[in-house]
């Protein structure tokens, strides 16, 4: 079994202030964990993917993420916000190996740039 | 390349109807999975297609229903529509059963009333 918690579904960041999105997950097999973008009337892209590789993934338009096995969380950062980041973040799990691959998605988080 | 396309990008039913939406996956990809996005549900997986048989189905009634073809194009079929199935319908392409690695179209809009 498997799950995502997304805490916070709204975060509120001024344009050049850093980026800090956080997702904790649960899984009974060591998961792959995903963080997607998604824009208005758009569908989701993927900003970058942890598959037991480095611990620190680096993705696109400047967004990385941590994976702590300890901490069971994946959290989403970028230095610094850019009116273009204002989208919705999806953090998502699968198993890394065996089993059927169905990916559970959190609830999203909506990030706001302030000018 | 060109990437995953939906037809049509927004759809009006009534209660009852059925509908079909259509997803062709970027060219080469081979799998086909299916996501209902609602805001109280979030995005739920529906299922997933490779070479034309359903490998997995997340947790829908029966009137939800899928097809792959010999050209990797995708259909689902949704029938007896309630006013819950509204929602954005989003395909998702890979290049094989299982990758973890998907790219989503942008989406069918279905407004059910």
């Known amino acids: 079994a498997q799950s995502v918690t997304q805490l916070g579904s709204h975060v509120s960041v001024s344009e050049g202030a850093l980026v800090l999105l956080r997702c904790n997950y649960s899984?009974?097999?060591?998961?792959?964990l995903f963080w997607y973008v998604q824009y208005p009337n758009q569908g989701l892209q993927l900003l970058l993917k942890?598959?037991?590789?480095?611990?620190l993934v680096k993705g696109i338009n400047g967004f990385e993420a941590e994976f702590k096995k300890s901490e069971t969380s994946f959290h989403l950062t970028k230095p610094s916000a850019h009116m273009s980041d204002a989208a919705e973040y999806f953090c998502a799990v699968t198993p890394g190996s065996g089993g059927s691959y169905i990916p559970t998605f959190g609830r999203g988080t909506s990030l706001i740039v302030h000018p | 390349k060109a990437g995953v396309t939906q037809t049509p990008r927004y759809l009006i039913k009534t209660r009852g109807q059925q509908v079909t939406l259509s997803c062709s996956p970027i060219?080469?990809?081979?799998?086909v999975s299916w996501y209902q996005q609602t805001p109280g549900q979030g995005l739920q997986f529906l299922f997933e297609y490779f070479s034309e048989t359903q490998r997995n189905k997340g947790n829908f009634p029966g009137r939800f229903s899928g097809r792959q073809f010999s050209n990797s194009r995708s259909e689902m079929n949704v029938s007896t529509l309630e006013l819950g199935d509204s929602a954005l319908y989003l395909c998702?392409?890979?290049?094989?059963?299982?990758?973890?690695?998907?790219?989503f179209g942008p989406g069918t809009r279905l407004t059910v009333l």
């Open positions: 060219s080469g990809h081979r799998s």
């Open positions: 942890y598959t037991s590789a480095a611990t």
């Open positions: 899984s009974s097999v060591p998961p792959y």
């Open positions: 998702a392409s890979s290049q094989t059963a299982g990758d973890n690695e998907q790219f």
